[in-house]
């Protein structure tokens, strides 16, 4: 017989989830900022590239950000 595997309800500090989020923030407004700032200013091709680089990296970490909200109860559960 195999024995029996218990899973562990595995609980995340909520300052963790802040913390990540903050950064997440940040970062996407620093690729926002320089996606067009490259994009408007830029006088070359790889300015350029590097600018519509930075602003698709702000859309994605943007849905990562939403995507990643904790709720509000804290239970875990997503039915309203």
């Not at 006088?43 to 950000?65: H, K, P, R, T, Y």
């Amino acid at each position: 017989m195999a024995p029996r595997l218990h899973h562990a309800h595995v609980h995340r500090e909520p300052h963790h989830e802040v913390a990540r989020g903050r950064r997440l923030e940040g970062f996407a407004s620093a690729c926002l900022v320089a996606g067009v700032a490259l994009t408007v200013l830029a006088d070359s091709g790889w300015q350029l590239a590097v600018g519509i680089a930075s602003l698709c990296a702000f859309a994605a970490l943007g849905f990562v950000a939403s995507a990643t909200i904790p709720d509000e109860r804290g239970d875990g559960r997503t039915e309203p």
